[in-house]
């Protein structure tokens, strides 16, 4: 399978924790995103990488909420200290680089984190 | 604040009928439109791109009116697996913002 990875795909935890999330993107894409998403809503932006550069994450949504992307291919999100609040999917989204046409995403199958 | 609106919905539709949704956007600046299609406890899925000139890919026709702000989704001779939630989403131009989706429009098709 040649998709956009993440893993795991379920995670429990109990309020306090930390988690970490993987993702591993279509291999020829560099921008690779992250994304949360509530019951009822639709995807929210979190943060963006361009290779290894996080070029956005004002959108991040709090401080205890960080990314990595060290080699340009695989990323991580960390949430420290988990809240109930924080229960959600997140979603990873990668995409080619593609000067003058419209940029598609694809998406992983998602992380489904719940806060106890 | 950059929204896009969409009508919840759930439609209910026969199968076999037409069955057509809006969505509002409000950057005017905004660059590039698509509809996402989302399964239950799946993730999205990109369905069609739309453009200015509006675009047909078998049963589906997407359009774009700028002057407006509106994207418009028709499914004609709906079928049972088009139930899903169909997102409409804008990018606000580049990576940098990622893409805006709306909540979604629920639709069942039923038999």
């Known amino acids: 399978d040649t998709g956009v990875s993440q893993n795991p795909r379920h995670k429990i935890t109990k309020r306090g924790q930390n988690v970490t999330f993987r993702c591993d993107p279509i291999s020829e894409h560099n921008r690779l995103y992250w994304y949360r998403q509530t019951l009822g809503q639709g995807p929210e932006f979190l943060t963006y990488f361009q290779n290894e550069a996080q070029l956005e994450k004002s959108r991040l949504l709090s401080d205890r909420f960080s990314a990595e992307r060290p080699k340009g291919s695989f990323s991580t999100l960390e949430i420290q200290r988990t809240e109930q609040g924080d229960s959600a999917m997140y979603l990873c989204?990668?995409?080619?680089?593609?000067?003058?046409?419209?940029?598609?995403?694809?998406f992983g199958p998602g992380t489904r984190l719940l806060v106890l | 604040r950059k929204e896009v609106e969409q009508d919840p919905g759930p439609f209910n539709v026969p199968e076999g009928a037409t069955v057509a949704f809006n969505c509002t956007y409000s950057n005017s600046a905004s660059q590039s439109f698509f509809w996402y299609r989302q399964d239950c406890r799946k993730e999205p899925k990109l369905l069609m791109s739309?453009?200015?000139s509006g675009n047909e890919d078998g049963r589906f026709t997407a359009q774009l009116n700028r002057a407006s702000q509106y994207i418009s989704l028709l499914i004609r001779d709906s079928k049972l697996s088009d139930s899903a939630t169909y997102l409409c989403?804008?990018?606000?131009?580049?990576?940098?913002?990622?893409?805006?989706f709306g909540k979604g429009t629920h639709l069942i098709i039923q038999p």
């Open positions: 739309v453009y200015s």
């Open positions: 989403v804008v990018n606000d131009g580049g990576g940098a913002d990622g893409l805006t």
């Open positions: 989204a990668s995409s080619p680089r593609i000067v003058g046409l419209q940029e598609t995403q694809y």
